[in-house]
């Protein structure tokens, strides 16, 4: 006989947007549970740099108002998360940087701090003296200047760790592809069956979310919604690990006001302690297509010419692909904002940026009780526990 189970919620994908919002829903009463086809956080989350950012690139490009805005609110809103006094307790996860800088060793100086000094950024980003340079900069051998920006850095690892503490028993591994989409009399999505092996269920809900990342084209097209596209953005990270590897967390920034710095470091301990830089910016996604030996040459050689006072020469270099997956809201171009939409009782989200999870889950629950989405307020635990089994959260490349 197959057996059946019942929930509000149920929620597809472990990255950071899945496990944000069965944390939020769950807190808000609503019977949430969430499923997870991998290890929790394999996706991006666990491969993202942790920047939680404050909009500079925005500001940069003279945007101002709208996502802008939404963006310059995410540190505070984080930072009330971090220190336990918001709707999610991330108490448990550790910031790696409580600041994060900006550096600029062009000619283009000049331009940059009449730019920085204007208006529209006062007072959110601010050149620092330098008998103040975070270490790393102190032993500088060229002359550039370094900006502290509003945003700051947190370990994803204890991320993870922090949002699956506490609902543990609501997050299951199934298989890909072992379950199918039920509709209802309505037309509307209102069950999945499972069949995998022995294991055979049906799990009833009232909503349905889709926070699988780039798996979400995947969850769109199995459950035949039409909208939306999902758009992948490949990149090729580089990772750096040395003994006497010192910590950095800076953008650098090239010739112009480019929406994608030359390089982003952020610092990173691997399980033996030892230091690991981890880049992005315009060498990530220059280097997509390159062969690992020719991306590591291309990162080598920006890192020596960029910080003439480390040696890279003993460093232990890699490199990986991985894509950014957004919604393709706009023909290909790149969205500023988190992004869902709802069809037939299914949300797909992408909250677009770590940064900007918070934001995606007051969307979602401002439009579950816009919509009259209650908890349901049953009080029989069924316990899925019995046909399903747990997820376990990923480790980072570098371990
Ligand atoms: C290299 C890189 C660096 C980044 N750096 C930053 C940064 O510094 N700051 C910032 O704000 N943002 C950053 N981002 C963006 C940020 O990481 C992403 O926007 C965010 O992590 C997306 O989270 P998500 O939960 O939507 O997706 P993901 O983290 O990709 O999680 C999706 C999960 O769904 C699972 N899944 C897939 N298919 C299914 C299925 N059918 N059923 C169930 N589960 C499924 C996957 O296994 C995965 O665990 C970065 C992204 C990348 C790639």
Redesign the pocket.
């Known amino acids: 006989m197959t057996s059946s189970y019942s929930t509000d919620i149920v929620i597809?994908?472990?990255?950071?947007?899945?496990?944000w919002l069965l944390n939020r829903l769950r807190n808000q009463g609503y019977q949430a549970i969430l499923?997870?086809?991998?290890?929790?956080?394999?996706?991006?989350?666990?491969?993202?740099?942790?920047?939680?950012?404050g909009g500079l690139k925005y500001a940069l490009h003279g945007a101002l108002g709208g996502a802008a805005n939404v963006i310059s609110d995410m540190p505070a809103r984080w930072r009330s998360c971090l220190a336990g006094e918001a709707e999610i307790d991330l108490s448990g996860c550790r910031v790696l940087s409580e600041h994060y800088y900006m550096w600029s060793d062009s000619g283009f100086r000049s331009k940059l701090k009449t730019f920085l000094g204007s208006k529209s950024l006062s007072g959110r980003v601010t050149a620092v003296e330098k008998q103040d340079y975070p270490d790393f900069f102190k032993a500088a051998t060229v002359e550039g200047t370094l900006y502290k920006l509003p945003d700051f850095?947190v370990d994803t690892n204890s991320l993870l760790q922090a949002l699956v503490e506490k609902q543990r028993d609501w997050i299951f591994r199934?298989s890909?592809g072992s379950y199918t989409f039920e509709r209802n009399a309505a037309g509307l999505v209102n069950a999945i069956s499972f069949s995998d092996g022995d294991t055979q269920f049906t799990l009833e809900a009232q909503k349905f979310i889709f926070?699988?990342?780039?798996?979400?084209q995947?969850?769109i097209d199995?459950a035949s919604l039409a909208e939306p596209k999902c758009q992948l953005r490949p990149?090729n990270?580089v990772y750096v690990k040395g003994k006497d590897l010192p910590s950095a967390f800076v953008h650098c920034i090239g010739d112009s006001f480019s929406l994608t710095p030359k390089l982003?470091v952020?610092s990173h301990s691997d399980a033996k302690g030892e230091t690991v830089w981890y880049l992005?910016g315009e060498i990530?996604e220059s280097g997509v297509g390159k062969a690992p030996d020719t991306q590591i040459h291309s990162a080598r050689k920006l890192l020596t010419t960029l910080f003439p006072w480390i040696n890279f020469a003993a460093m232990e270099f890699h490199c990986f692909a991985?894509?950014?997956?957004?919604a393709n809201v706009r023909s290909n171009s790149r969205p500023e904002d988190a992004y869902f939409i709802e069809e037939s009782n299914v949300l797909v989200?992408?909250?677009?940026?770590?940064?900007?999870?918070p934001n995606l889950a007051d969307n979602i629950t401002e439009h579950f009780a816009a919509s009259g989405v209650v908890p349901s307020g049953a009080t029989a635990q069924q316990n899925l526990s019995d046909v399903l089994e747990a997820a376990e959260i990923?480790t980072s490349r570098w371990d």
């Open positions: 597809f994908g472990g990255g950071i947007a899945g496990l499923l997870e086809t991998d290890k929790l956080g394999s996706g991006q989350t666990l491969a993202s740099q942790g920047i939680i950012h850095v199934v890909p926070s699988a990342g780039k798996g979400n995947q969850l199995d990149l990270m982003t952020t992005g990530a991985i894509d950014r997956a957004e989200a992408w909250p677009t940026k770590l940064t900007l999870t990923a």
